[in-house]
């Protein structure tokens, strides 16, 4: 009588793993470009997206824009590698992480917020658009 709670609970993790596992297969891919920038042919921005496995219609869309990061300015990777992406898609909505000038693999000079990061963000909106 007294082993059926440890019998309980080893049914429980091993059915707990398999689904976990199960939900990463077929979570939303991360897709990885380099968008040219509208001012420059030479200047690109990194841009880290997912889509909902819904594929046909209409659906929401948001852009996540990194804050100040230290040193090594990693850029939008962290929330790719955070499961942001994957989580927003897995809840209908067409998710996209840019890395601004500076950062990540986007090229140009660091400005947070300033003209270089304002047309960064409109070339990954323009890119995203098509």
């Known amino acids: 009588m007294r082993r059926w709670p440890y019998i309980f609970g080893i ?17 939303a891919p991360i897709h990885r470009e380099e968008v040219v920038r509208l001012d420059a042919d030479k200047k690109v ?9 819904k594929v046909n ?16 300015r ?3 990777i962290n929330l ?8 927003t898609a897995d809840l209908g909505v067409f998710a ?8 990540g693999k986007s090229s140009g000079t660091a400005d947070f917020c300033g003209r270089e990061s304002q047309v960064a963000l409109q070339s990954a909106l323009k890119y995203l658009r098509l």
């Not at 049914?11 to 979570?27: C, E, M, T, Y």
């Open 96 to 103: 996209a992480a840019m890395s601004m000038p500076g950062y």
């Open 80 to 87: 790719a590698n955070a499961g942001v992406l994957r989580a």
């Open 74 to 76: 990693p850029g939008a």
């Open 57 to 72: 219609g209409k659906f929401p869309a948001i852009i996540y824009v990194h804050g100040v990061q230290d040193q090594s």
């Open 11 to 27: 049914v429980f993790i091993v059915f707990s793993v398999n689904a976990f596992s199960s939900s990463q297969s077929n979570q």
């Open 45 to 53: 921005v990194e841009l880290y997206w997912a889509a909902p496995h």
